[in-house]
């Protein structure tokens, strides 16, 4: 971790935010007057957006809403008592 005055950082911008993003650095600390002012650290990894929710839009197309939902009858007889249709 290494500390650099105010004016050194703003001369050396580009360099210590090199040093951050490569790793070389895990923190700079810049101080004003000697004493820690701010902290520049790097930024996490990118988000992930593959595994988001809808990425299988369209991946199959021979399933229809109607065939996905056919089964629904079956399955709610599944879950009620048949004699007085409450939940088992």
Avoid: Q
Avoid at 16 to 43: C, D, F, H
Avoid at 54 to 62: I, T, V
Avoid at 73 to 79: H, K, P, Q, S, V
Wanted: hydrophobic share 40%.
């Amino acid at each position: 971790m290494a500390t650099v005055n105010m004016l050194d950082a703003k001369t050396n911008l580009s360099r210590l935010v090199e040093a951050v993003e490569s790793g070389a650095e895990t923190e700079i600390i810049i101080a004003r007057n000697g004493k820690p002012a701010a902290r520049l650290v790097p930024i996490g990894p990118p988000v992930d957006t593959s595994k988001r929710l809808g990425l299988l839009a369209g991946k199959y197309p021979s399933l229809s809403l109607e065939d996905f939902n056919s089964t629904d009858e079956e399955i709610a007889a599944m879950f009620l008592d048949d004699e007085e249709g409450d939940l088992v």
